[in-house]
Every structure is written in C-alpha cells, then in structure tokens.
C-alpha cells in the first residue's frame, strides 16, 4: 500500500542543503497499525507528511495504492488524497466558524456527495463515536479530548483506507488519549483502516503493531517481529 524507496528529504541552507530524512526505506501494507517514533526534530512530521500526500520527497520514489506518487499530476494527487486518506492532527485543526456537525461533513463536500448521502454518513459517524448532542455545537464549546473525537470523525467520514495521524494525543490528558487510541484500534481491527501514527508516547505505540523509530532523519533497523 505504501512504499518508499530510498526517500530523502532535504531544504535549501545557504549555498547547500539540510537533510531532514536520508534514505528512508520502508513499506506499510494494509492493514497494518504503524507507530512513527523518534526525538523531537528527527523528521517524523515530514515523513508523516510525505506518507499523507502533503509533501514531496526531494529524492527517492514514493508509491502510494502502486501508483508513482511524483509522477502524477497535482489534480490526480489531490484526488488520492481526497479518496484515500484521513488527515488527523495534535491541534485539531478543526474550522472555528463551523459548527462539529458541518466540520465533520467538510470532506463530504469535497468528493460531491448528494445531501441525502452526506446526511446519513455524518449521523453514523457522529452516533458511532457518541457526539449527536455535540453536533449543533462549535469548536470552541468543546473540551480537547471531544474536538478529538471530531477530528477523528472527520478524517474517518469519507471511508478513506489509511490514517495519518500526527501526535493525536499530544494535547490531551490520558483518560481521552485512551479513548482516542481505543477508537483507533477500532477503527483499524474492526474497519480494517491501516493506521500510521506519530507519537511519543510508548502507550499510544503499544495500542499499533509496529514500531519505525527515526533518528536524525535516518530510520533505524527494525527489531524481527515476535514470533
Ligand atoms: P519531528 O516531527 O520529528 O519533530 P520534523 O519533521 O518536524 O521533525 O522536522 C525535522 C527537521 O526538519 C527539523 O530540524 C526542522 O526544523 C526541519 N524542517 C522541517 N520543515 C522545514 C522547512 N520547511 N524548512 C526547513 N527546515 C525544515
Ligand atoms: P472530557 O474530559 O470528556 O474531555 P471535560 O471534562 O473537559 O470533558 O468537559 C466536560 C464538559 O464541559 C463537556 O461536555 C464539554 O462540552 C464542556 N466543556 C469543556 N470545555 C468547554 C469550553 N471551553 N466551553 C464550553 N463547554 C466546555
């Protein structure tokens, strides 16, 4: 489902360059419950967002569902985007002006769902995570674990196969970083959604099935899965 080989990352630092990730090789198949971890500046929002689309490699190819991911044109990226990938982050990036009801729609809009369609997909949603009485509320009438628990909604409303998702928990006390976690593992045993995850939590890992540990941009070796 993903694959990159031999991926590098890098900016422009006066008249050379910085390295922020230097021959990532790495596969994700679906299904799988990924935890992304590593010290503070060691690349992992980067490469979380490369994974999610968000990003370019500067070197290196990136396969996304097989497809070549730097050779497809910028609407067709969008597209997969769009069709495959739920975004969820630390600050939940919620639209203040929204209430949680349309903010969970947004990404239905996106892919020109019919109304009727959008309505029955945003009350599954907001029943299954048990926020109906939210719905009518806004972002800022919420606590952090519930803004939480909209971000994941709508990353998940459009029924994309992977989740990025960089450091959910960060902001929230550990009673609601387990109810998101707990969602997560839900969402990917019961959904078959595959999860990639950056934390620095050794819990939150705990809850995934594999861990890719990144230091100074390099990926280290992973340990051989218990047999
Ligand atoms: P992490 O998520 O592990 O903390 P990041 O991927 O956010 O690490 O950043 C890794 C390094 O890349 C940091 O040193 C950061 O300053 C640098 N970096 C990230 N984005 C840019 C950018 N747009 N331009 C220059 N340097 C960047
Ligand atoms: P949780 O621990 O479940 O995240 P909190 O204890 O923080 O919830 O909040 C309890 C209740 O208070 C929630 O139902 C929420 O709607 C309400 N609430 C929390 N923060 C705010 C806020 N800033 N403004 C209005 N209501 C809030």
């Known amino acids: 489902m993903i694959q990159l080989s031999n991926v590098a990352k890098y900016y422009p630092a006066g008249f050379g360059r910085t390295y922020v990730l230097r021959n990532i090789n790495l596969t994700i198949n679906e299904g799988e419950f990924v935890s992304i971890m590593g010290p503070s500046g060691s690349g992992k929002s980067t490469l979380l967002h490369i994974l999610g689309l968000l990003e370019e490699p500067s070197e290196g190819e990136y396969r996304f569902l097989d497809q070549p991911v730097q050779k497809l044109s910028e609407k067709r990226r969008t597209e997969l985007h769009r069709s495959h990938i739920g975004f969820v982050f630390q600050a939940y990036h919620l639209i203040d002006e929204l ?74 006390h550990s009673a609601q970083a387990i109810e998101i976690m707990e969602l997560f593992r839900e969402l990917n045993q019961k959904d078959g959604v595959t999860i990639v995850q950056v934390t620095h939590s050794e819990a939150n890992a705990e809850y995934g099935s594999r861990i890719v540990r990144l230091k100074d941009g390099w990926l280290e070796p992973e340990a051989a899965p218990a047999v």
């Open 99 to 172: 209430t949680v009801y349309e903010n969970i729609e947004t990404p239905l809009l996106y892919k020109g769902m019919s109304g009727n369609e959008r309505k029955s997909r945003v009350a599954d949603v907001l029943d299954r995570f048990n926020i109906v009485a939210k719905k009518d509320l806004f972002p800022s009438q919420l606590s952090g674990g519930q803004q939480q628990l909209v971000g994941v909604a709508r990353a998940i409303v459009a029924q994309p196969k992977v989740i990025f998702a960089d450091e959910p928990t960060g902001n929230l």
